[in-house]
């Protein structure tokens, strides 16, 4: 066993969560309060990076590009909520999936018509573009470890702000219980509305963060917004702390999996059979855990106390 | 052997710390009227629920008929022969008067791993509906979509598909629950043409039903039995006096 | 979502559509265009699928998001023993039913345990898993897909290897599964179903183990899909997992619902907005995405979904009702 691999690709797993974890904490936010399914969630991610791409193209500074297009992305989510969003809540869950589904296609054929059909590229400055020295030979990206520490630092500012402020009290209190937060006398309407606008900049964040590394490119969001799901839904629904944990988990296993499964398995099978059958179990690992989780939990690792 | 047809034994159940069902002891015997009373919140629908199946308790025994169905499904138990209504209307209500109590008939006529014969014009099934429908007015409904009746309709039909299932044990939830006076005398009689035919535990709300239909009564307070026995034995007793019917009867 | 069709379109409506249908191939000679037959084909098989899908989410309620899953698998059905020179058509199809079945049935009983949200996302996830499983396998192309060289082969009895008869074939497999659908849905068991999307609770207290009936109510509209994703294999003669990918669910739940779910006629009528509205719409400019996914928007909000909801939001009056 190479170790300094390992700890490679165990720190490419926790940057794997933490990108998840920002995308799964607005989405199990959103359905959390507002009881509302937004697969387009994953387009956000997507514009946070275009928007991201183009303003670091405008001011040549990585950081000046991710400090405006935050704003950007929590004002495109805003008027999301008020034009598109507000008028489904009063719909069930099939029909807040079919409108959010449609978003996609206005905000995938938006982004070709005003970016173009080819991705965009975000350089980075140089001291981000470097890397640093790990046991054994290896090197690891500064940039990917500084994606881990932002995440994180979102994390705790998350969790500190959910469990220690009056917004978070209210968002706690919105998660189990509507009609007492509304009986607080809280006008529900703002909350909602602030609560997408954040769940659209974590979103746009991790998209940030991801495309110096990928590229934005249209439809960036509807592949890893599955995975999303797939998080909050161990977590349990409604749930950071569960967010966070799953993220984490599924960051991990994928990661893992597909680095090390077919040596794993070399263990129990022949060298062959391992390396056919590895990249399809390990592309199917998340969602045999999501199964397991279910079968002894249905509503995930963290269910929120009461609906 | 203590020969009850319903014997529950030190039932328990609590939610969040907070006993809904506080060691209960209860014994109906066969072909009684067997009333539950008791004050709101004193946990009486979460004690249905209990035997129904819906809910699992935490601790205690439910023996029906001499066997053990503590942990029994819902579905299983109501096979076995124990109907319940429900205190909020509970019916499928995109589906016909017809349909929802020809369902309860279906679910007792086998399975219904049956693919390719129509149902809806079954007389298997139409028949003992239309029968069921019958034994609570409801015939000239029959083709009705079930949303479209009066709350009063919906008892009645609630109760229709209780009966339609032929069960030995009704456990009947509050109903005569936001009837008007007629309706409710309609429903009185209704129970009154199933007394001595059907063992029957009935929840409710209206003392004057109560009392008129009534074997035997349990007082529920606070999750806990406080007294069982005849009308007259409650009526005189103490503690239920002074717990619940205070005001009521002095 | 309420639809104006929610109980059946009158069946004169039906009668005409698969006429025009049938006669759809002597039309397009006539008019010399001969892609039409190629397109009214690919709106019968996803018809075909939309049927399937609707046996679940019209009657009974349960939103599966992950359905182009089934046609993926019966695609690759077809496929891989096609890649092995296997052409027995009764062997393909049958593997296709088969196999949609039994991934249905596994996928079912863990998402079946859920509800709401949490079984719309599960069949999702499921979906995306045999989506990644497929992009996964070298031996059969991965995302690169698939070609089939030659179409099934029903032992000398049928050749559909002329688009004329795989056409037809086509038609009359959507009419029978439309048969199939409607003597299930007016049986004991479509009562079951539709007695638990109405209220399980219910049905459970009636005496109904609701979980049993609708995993096998699941697994027979898989088993559809995966009928429909066969015939998709053969129609198109390449195929790639890319055809199972999330957004195909969608689309198969539009059409669903934009024809009327819980409706025997609607899926068909809805899977034909949908295909003639892209087809257009693609012509008039290379965008056309955007227009349509707002068109899909503003059906939902202002309508519930459903063409009928949108005649009644545009204020006509349509006497079309009554039930099936």
Redesign the interface.
Known sequence: MDWGLFTIQMLNGVQLGVLLFLLAAGLTLVFGIMDFVNLAHGSLYMMGAYFCATLVQLTDSFVLGVILALPLTALLGWIVELIVVRALYTHDHLDHVLATFGMILCFDTAVDFIWGPTGMAIPLPEVLDSHIDLFGGHTFPVFRILIISTGLAVAGFLYVMVSHTRIGMLIRAGASNRTMVMALGVDIGKLFALVFAVGAALAGLAGMLIAPITEASIGMGNEIIIVAFVVIIIGGIGSIKGAFVAAMLVGLIDTMGRSFLDQLLKVFMSSESAETSAPALSAMAIYILMAMVLAFRPQGLFPPKVR | MSGAFLEVRNLYKSYGGIAATDHVDLDVRQSELHAIIGPNGAGKTTLISQLSGEIDPDGGTIRFDGRDMTRTPAYKRSLLGLARSFQITSLMLDMTVLENVALAVQAHAGHSFRFWQAARKDPALTEPAMAALEAVGLQDRANDIAQAMSHGEHRQLEIAMALATNPVLLLLDEPMAGMGVEESQRMVEILRSLKGEKTMLLIEHDMDAVFALADRISVLVYGRVIATGTPEEIRGDEAVRRAYLGDEVA | ?TSLFRTGLPAFVMVAGLGFLALLPVLAEWVDNIFLIDLFMRLMILSIAAVGLNLILGYGGM?S?GHAAYLVIGAYAVGIPAYYDIYDGFLQFAIAIVASAAVALVTGA?AL??K???F???T???A??VY??F?????YGADDGLTINMRSEFAGLLDIEDNFTLYYFVLVSLIAVLGLVY??V???????I??AK??E??????????YR?RL?CYVISGAICGYAGALLGNFTNFITPEMGD??HS?EL??MV?LGGAGSLFGPVLGTAVFILLEEYLSRLTQ????P??????LV??FT??GINGMFRWLGMKSGIGGRS
């Open positions: 979502m939103v998001f863990i345990r859920t709401g949200v949490y719309i996302m599960i999702m996830a499921f995306q898993m990644f499983t992009v996964s396998i070298e031996e003597r299930i007016h049986s004991r068991f479509g009562m079951v539709s007695g109405g209220n609770r219910r049905m459970q207290a009636i005496g109904f183990p609701t009936y096998v999330w957004v969608g739940i539009f619902v965008y056309w995405h955007f349509f996914g707002a068109m899909l928007i939902v909000i519930r979904g």
